[in-house]
Nanobody
Framework: QVLLVESGGGLVQPGESLTLSCAAS???????MAWYRQGPGKQRELVAR???????HYADSGKGRFMISRENSKKMLYLQMNSLKPEDTAVYYC???????????WGQGTQVTVSS
């Protein structure tokens, strides 16, 4: 069982930056980690993924603006978001996929609001 706790959300103006953090209660070294988001009235969607081999994948919505990173030694996942737009407004969720045991873990989410 891995507990995930997100932090760093808040209210920002368009064009500003924000960094989200996800703290895991256990090792994430052998897990694929990801950030998802769910905007108002929308389905949850993938934002970015960090694979256990340090590979990354970004959804088109965040390419060139967002950067996912991880610190396995600290059991932390991050999402650096730049040039934020109102359409980035959503609850952002941290996800951990234990591919050895096929288990999926989710955090409780952190709200990001981009508005002037």
């Amino acid at each position: 069982q891995v507990l995930l706790v997100e932090s760093g959300g808040g209210l920002v103006q368009p064009g500003e930056s924000l960094t989200l953090s996800c703290a895991a209660s256990g090792s994430i070294s052998n897990m694929h980690m990801a950030w998802y988001r769910q905007g108002p009235g929308k389905q949850r969607e993938l934002v970015a993924r960090s694979f256990s081999d340090d590979g990354t994948h970004y959804a088109d919505s965040g390419k060139g603006r967002f950067m996912i990173s991880r610190e396995n030694s600290k059991k932390m996942l991050y999402l650096q978001m730049n040039s934020l737009k109102p359409e980035d407004t959503a609850v952002y969720y941290c996800n951990a996929f234990d591919y050895r045991h096929l288990r999926d873990y989710w955090g409780q989410g952190t709200q990001v609001t981009v508005s002037s």
